[in-house]
C-alpha cells in the first residue's frame, strides 16, 4: 500500500479553487491510501510571520481542512512543528544536499527576485524540509500541483543519493499523486486563467455571503450574444463552469440555451450563480464555526494526530540514524 503525504500551505484561507482541487482529492484518498497530511509551519518561516498571526492561519486552515472533510479518524492530521523527527532528519539530509543545486531550483531564485532583503538560509533549503516532511513517513506518493513538481523532483534526487551513498534500499521515491483527467480546473472571477489567491479572482469558503455576491456581480463577462449559436467567450463560459460545479446541469444547459438564442441576461445568470455558490458553501461554513467554536476538540484531533504520526517518523528516524552509523 502506497502511503500518501502532502503538507498544507498555512497562510491563505481556502477558496473554491482549493476546494475543487486538493481538498477534494485529499478526501478521496483518505479513503484509498495510508495519508499524513500536515500543516507546513514551519515552511511559512520563511516569510517571518509575527507568531500570533501564524498561530492564527495555521488555527484556520486547520479548521477549514477539517470542515471541508479531511478525517482525523482516516488520516493522519498534525502539524509538523509537532514532529521532532522532521527537523532533525532535515538537518541530516542537509548534509548531502549541495548549495549548487539548492540555489538553481526556480521557486528559489523567484524568491530572491521577489524578496531581495530575506535570502534567508530556510530558503535555500526549503526543497531538503520538503523531503524530510515526505520521507519521514516513506511515502511514495504526493498530492501537490504543477507548481511542487519541481521539488518532488528534488526530494527523489536526495532520496537516490542517501539510499547509493548509504548502499541501501530504504526510502522510496516520492511522486505527484495524480488524478490526469478528474481533476477540475475552476476559474477564476476576472474572465481567464485559473481561481488563485495571487490573481485576487477568489471566492473563498469563509466568505460573507454579502462578499460573495458582491464578487460574482462584479465577475468579467461580454457584450452579450449578437447572432444566434455564436462562440461563446472565455469569461462567461468560465460562469458557466462555475455554476456547474455549484448547481444542478439543467440550469447551465438552462442558460447555454439563453445564450445560443441571445437571451441570456447576464445579470440572472450572477444572481443565481452567487445563490447556488452560497448555498453551497453554507454548511461548511456551518461547520467552520462550529468547529472553530470548539477548542477542545482542535486540541485533540492535533495531539491524537502528532501521537499517530510519530510512531511512524521515530521508527524512520531510528533506522536512519543507525544506517548513517549513529
Ligand atoms: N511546498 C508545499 C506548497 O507550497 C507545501 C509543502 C511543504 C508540502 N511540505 C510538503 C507539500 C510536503 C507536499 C509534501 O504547497
Do not use: W
Request: hydrophobic fraction near 40%; glycine fraction near 6%.
Amino acid at each position: 500500500m502506497e502511503i500518501v503525504v502532502s503538507g498544507i500551505r498555512s497562510t491563505g484561507q481556502l477558496h473554491l479553487g482549493n476546494y475543487f482541487g486538493a481538498v477534494k482529492n485529499f478526501v478521496r484518498m483518505q479513503h484509498e491510501h495510508p495519508c499524513y497530511f500536515f500543516i507546513a509551519n514551519y515552511h511559512a518561516l520563511t516569510t517571518h510571520p509575527e507568531p500570533a498571526s501564524l498561530r492564527a492561519s495555521v488555527r484556520q486552515v486547520l479548521v477549514e481542512y477539517l470542515a471541508c472533510g479531511i478525517d482525523p479518524e482516516k488520516a493522519v492530521v498534525y502539524l509538523q512543528s509537532d514532529l521532532p523527527e522532521i527537523p532533525e532528519l532535515y538537518m541530516l539530509l542537509n548534509m548531502h544536499a549541495y548549495v549548487g543545486e539548492l540555489e538553481k531550483v526556480p521557486t528559489f531564485k523567484d524568491k530572491v527576485r521577489k524578496q531581495p532583503n530575506n535570502v534567508n538560509a530556510g530558503l535555500l533549503t526549503y526543497p531538503v524540509l520538503m523531503t524530510a516532511d515526505v520521507i519521514i513517513h516513506k511515502a511514495s506518493r504526493v498530492p501537490v500541483g504543477k507548481d511542487q513538481e519541481q521539488h518532488l523532483e528534488m526530494a527523489r534526487n536526495f532520496v537516490n543519493r542517501f539510499n547509493h551513498f548509504y548502499g541501501v534500499d530504504y526510502f522510496p521515491e516520492p511522486y505527484p499523486y495524480n488524478f490526469g483527467q478528474e481533476l477540475v480546473k475552476v476559474p477564476g472571477l476576472d474572465g481567464s486563467g485559473k481561481m488563485g489567491k495571487s490573481e485576487g479572482n477568489a471566492i473563498y469558503l469563509s466568505d460573507d455571503p454579502a462578499v460573495i455576491r458582491k464578487k460574482i456581480m462584479r465577475a468579467v463577462t461580454d457584450t452579450g450574444p449578437t447572432e444566434p449559436n455564436s462562440p461563446v467567450s472565455e469569461p462567461v463560459n468560465n460562469l458557466f463552469t462555475l455554476l456547474s460545479l455549484v448547481a444542478a446541469p439543467e440550469r447551465v444547459d438552462f442558460y447555454k440555451a439563453a445564450y445560443a438564442d441571445c437571451s441570456i441576461r447576464y445579470g440572472d445568470l450572477k444572481k443565481e450563480l452567487a445563490e447556488e455558490v452560497l448555498s453551497f458553501v453554507a454548511p461548511i461554513q456551518e461547520r467552520i464555526r462550529e468547529i472553530s467554536a470548539d477548542d477542545a476538540y482542535i486540541r485533540k484531533v492535533l495531539t491524537e494526530g502528532a501521537e499517530k504520526a510519530r510512531l511512524s517518523s521515530s521508527k524512520t528516524l531510528r533506522e536512519v540514524r543507525e544506517i548513517m552509523g549513529f
